[in-house]
């Protein structure tokens, strides 16, 4: 069976702070992908980033950077110089034939 | 482009009512899936459509039906509504199903918010 904790309930920042979101997954399987999704107060779900497990290299886009380490199974995601645009809730998820998702972490960037 | 649309946006039901959630995608995607939302809990598989004329069991299916109707369709029929089914639902697409290989990215609706009294 797999899993994704997220660890972390709710973060509030002040704007231009950064903010890291932990994700830490469980899986047997050797080949899998790991995704983050954001969700606005508006409730839609925003795909961000897919990686699949072969590829450890970190990833950054524009404000946006994530740190795949399969050797501790986890998969974090950190927004450099919040925005209130960031406040949402955010998800990290984890597949081999379905998507699993965490708990959800809550972000607020207060202005 | 559409995407995936769901019907309908939002529903309050009594114990014991029935009704069917709908969800079509344009994106000529094989797989589907319906999911729900509750706080503290994220998301949670309820079903998924690998293909058209194929469904499977997710985590939390009792108390749920779906039908594939179509490669573009899968509905999601509550058939007795209980309170512990109020939720936000959303329906997804994707590509593939694969085992250990799905490289597809999930197209989520807009959710289905369902309250049961």
């Known amino acids: 069976a797999q899993k994704v904790t997220q660890a972390q309930t709710e973060i509030s920042v002040v704007e231009k702070e950064d903010v890291t979101l932990d994700c830490v997954y469980e899986t047997r399987d050797t080949t899998y992908y790991l995704f983050w999704y954001k969700q606005p107060p508006s409730g839609e779900l925003v795909f961000l980033i897919r990686?699949?497990?072969?590829?450890?290299q970190n990833e950054i886009s524009g404000r946006y950077s994530w740190n795949f380490q399969k050797s501790t199974s986890s998969f974090n995601f950190t927004i450099t110089a919040s925005q209130v645009v960031d406040s949402a809730v955010y998800f990290c998820?984890?597949?081999?034939?379905?998507?699993?998702f965490g708990a959800g972490t809550t972000v607020t960037v207060r202005a | 482009n559409a995407g995936v649309t769901q019907t309908p946006k939002f529903q309050v039901l009594k114990t014991g009512q029935s009704m069917t959630l709908q969800c079509a995608q344009d994106?000529?995607?094989?797989?589907m899936y319906w999911y729900r939302q509750d706080p503290g809990m994220g998301l949670r598989l309820i079903y998924y459509?690998?293909?058209?004329?194929?469904?499977d069991k997710g985590e939390v299916p009792n108390g749920y039906n779906v039908s594939r109707l179509n490669k573009r369709e899968f509905s999601l029929r509550l058939e007795s509504a209980a309170p512990s089914q109020t939720s936000v639902y959303f329906c997804?697409?994707?590509?593939?199903?694969?085992?250990?290989?799905?490289?597809?990215?999930?197209?989520f609706g807009e959710g289905s918010r369902l309250t049961v009294l």
């Open positions: 990686r699949n497990s072969f590829d450890e």
């Open positions: 998820a984890l597949t081999d034939y379905k998507l699993s």
């Open positions: 997804a697409s994707s590509e593939a199903l694969g085992g250990g290989a799905n490289t597809g990215e999930l197209f």
């Open positions: 994106m000529n995607h094989n797989s």
């Open positions: 459509s690998a293909s058209e004329g194929t469904t």
